[in-house]
């Protein structure tokens, strides 16, 4: 095993390294009785650990920061007033004294260090050590990367490196130009991440997403917020782009198909690849028969996070009380249908954009054309749902580029460029699936989005009767098997259609106003018409 020397970080005084612990080490660390606060786990009726995450139980996007220096200013894609979004410029005078908290808080510690790749393509992965001195944050990063070979754990050599100091805060973070008490820093140039003042795990794992969502596209590589999966022969591949809560991970975790990946995914000259080597799945009202190969994915090694439990550890999924964000991450190999070894496929037939409509607007599918495609790709609408990010706390609609705005580096158009080039070569078809609500003011049920996507996975939605639904110009099928016909168009959940028109045009005139800020160009003009219109 290699030697980890912390000193060549500024970290000193290190009392011992702990150094990618096997799961068996995890669970007696995580578990050991002296343990407080959050860093405590217990041991639930599944065998799978819980934790609290703090105060923090979503991202923070707010917090997040990069160095603008000269090697990223002129690269990353900022917020600015015109196209505001999560890439806040920080200075590098604000790094280096964040860094000076993140060292100090880790040093004379007894700590865990690990080390992973992020992304399953040998030739572009990043190599990166997490250094944190919480026990269960080492295991949600053994849970969520890619867990090396005891080979390549003997030559690793780090690409970039996590200071994880979730227990220290950034006290003078006004001076600074920061935001709060609470950092998720990011220095592109010298290849690290601070976190300061939260616990979410979900900040080292986006994290790392928005890194390869940097690099990736820069070596003309489509970097993506989407799940994918494959047919059993491993030919037909798919993939699910989606905000939080869209549905992602459940849709693609599908017993006729083999997963490639729940969330962060590449696509290159020979397809699809994930990034991660785990899902991070939301529990919140799990149900074991609706969802039984998230249910039963929950066994030891996988780790709960602001579950509710009895002291005898039974778990109640139905429980609020800390967040509707409640989670599980488990390695990907606790779901029996996946590709292996590597998680990969061919290039992608057929591109699903879930959107969560909360005003019950959208068809629940609707087939796109190819402007179309690019359309509604860098609108990105849906409605971020409670949770996920810190502040929402009900479906709030939302214009998210690309289906993960808070994740991109670089502006929305490289990606949406990338993801065409892929889909040009591969013919692949792309439709919009409403995952939201309809006129009924219920959520649409994963049984008929689950009959659609078998629809659109198995031909059969390029066979079935179809119309037009106004304003929008969206191709809809009439009938699907195992759909209820009666969703199909979305004016007919409506007690009165007239409605249904009312919130359509609401909505058009959203995506109209919204998809201003590409038609500065002759690209994004030519756009315009694929749109809404009224
Ligand atoms: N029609 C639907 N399609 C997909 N998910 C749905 C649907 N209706 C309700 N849900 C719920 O919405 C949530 C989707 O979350 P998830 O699959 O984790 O999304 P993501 O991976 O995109 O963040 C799950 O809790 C799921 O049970
Ligand atoms: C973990 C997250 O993503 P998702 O809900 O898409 O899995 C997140 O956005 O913090
Ligand atoms: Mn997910």
């Not at 087939?367 to 409670?386: P, V």
Request: aromatic share 10%; glycine share 8%.
């Amino acid at each position: 095993m290699a030697k980890i020397d912390l000193s060549k970080y500024g970290i000193t005084g290190t009392t011992e390294v702990v150094y990618n612990p096997s799961y068996e080490l995890l669970f007696e660390e995580e578990t050991k009785p002296e343990l407080e606060g959050f860093e405590k786990g217990q041991e639930s009726e599944l065998g799978a650990v819980n934790v609290m995450t703090g105060v923090y139980t979503g991202r923070s996007p707010k917090d997040k920061f990069i160095v603008m220096d000269e090697n990223s200013k002129d690269t990353v894609w900022w917020t600015s007033d015109e196209y505001k979004n999560d890439n806040h410029p920080a200075t590098e005078e604000a790094w280096a004294a964040v860094k000076d908290i993140a060292i100090k808080e880790l040093s004379n510690k007894r700590l865990f260090v690990v080390d992973a790749f992020c992304g399953a393509n040998k030739d572009t992965r990043m190599a990166i050590r997490f250094i944190v001195e919480v026990a269960w944050q080492a295991h949600f990063v053994t849970n969520m990367f890619i867990q090396p070979t005891e080979e390549e754990l003997e030559n690793f050599e780090p690409d970039f490196v996590v200071y994880n100091a979730s227990k220290a805060k950034v006290e003078n973070y006004k001076e600074l130009g920061l935001n709060s008490e609470t950092a998720v820093l990011f220095n592109i140039t010298s290849k690290e991440q601070v976190i300061v003042n939260t616990w979410y795990g979900g900040e080292m794992k986006k994290g790392m997403f928005s890194m390869m969502n940097y690099f990736l596209p820069l070596k003309g590589i489509a970097s993506m917020h989407c799940s994918a999966n494959t047919d059993l022969n491993g030919e037909n591949t798919a993939i699910f782009f989606g905000l939080s809560g869209t549905g992602k991970t459940t849709l693609s975790t599908d017993p006729k198909r083999l997963l490639i990946g729940d969330d962060e995914h590449g696509w290159d000259d020979n397809g699809v690849f994930n990034f991660e080597g785990g899902c991070y799945a939301k529990v919140i009202n799990l149900d074991k028969e609706s969802e039984p190969d998230i249910y039963n994915a929950i066994v030891r090694d996988a780790l709960l996070e602001n579950v509710t439990l009895d002291e005898n550890g039974k778990i109640d999924f139905n429980d609020k009380s800390v967040t509707e964000n409640t989670r599980v991450s488990y390695p990907i190999n606790h779901i029996k249908n996946i590709v292996r070894p590597v998680s990969s496929a061919p290039a992608a037939k057929n591109v699903i954009f879930l959107s969560a409509d909360a005003f019950g607007v959208l068809p629940p599918v609707s087939i796109l054309t190819e402007n179309q495609t690019q359309y509604y790709f860098l609108s990105g609408f849906t409605a971020k749902l409670a949770g996920t990010e810190r502040g929402i706390t009900e479906p709030t609609p939302t214009f998210s580029a690309c289906f993960g705005q808070a994740f991109l580096e670089l502006h929305p158009t490289k990606y949406a460029e990338e993801l065409v080039k892929k889909m040009e070569v591969s013919g692949a078809k792309a439709y919009l699936v409403n995952t939201g609500w309809n006129g009924t003011g219920k959520r649409i049920s994963i049984k008929d989005t689950r009959g659609i996507i078998d629809a659109i996975l198995n031909g059969a939605i390029n066979k079935a009767p179809t119309k037009t639904i106004p304003y929008f110009n969206f191709e809809v099928p009439t009938e699907l098997e195992g759909v209820d016909t009666g969703i199909l168009d979305p004016r007919d959940t409506y007690a009165d259609a007239a409605e249904w028109d009312v919130k359509a045009k609401d909505l058009a005139q959203r995506f109209i106003k919204n998809f201003a800020k590409y038609e500065g160009n002759e690209a994004g003009k030519a756009l315009v018409a694929a749109g809404p219109q009224l």
